[in-house]
């Protein structure tokens, strides 16, 4: 296991990426966030993990970033997951 040091830390198990989420992800982080994951998918991760278990808000840019690195990851045939939201989320 290693973690890569940066604004938000990957922790590495063999070839998987599990990347922690910052407790906002908003339109002033949103496209920082996105440039992490799209390393960690550049930088060979079989498979991304997102934890969001820190995130206590996750706007449309922080959406729209996920999707774009899902959808990069599953172009370069890697899977993501995201494990399921805090109960604190669902209605």
Known sequence: MAVSAGRYPVLWVHKAAV??????????????FLACLRAVIHDGAATLIVDMTPTT???????????????????????ARRPSPPSRWRR
């Not at 990347?19 to 920082?32: K, L």
């Not at 449309?60 to 996920?66: D, E, M, P, R, V």
């Open 19 to 32: 990347d922690s989420a910052p407790a906002r992800i908003d339109e002033g982080n949103a496209g920082d």
């Open 57 to 79: 808000l996750c706007d449309s840019a922080g959406a729209n970033a996920l999707i774009e690195a899902c959808a990069q990851a599953r172009a370069t045939r890697r899977p």
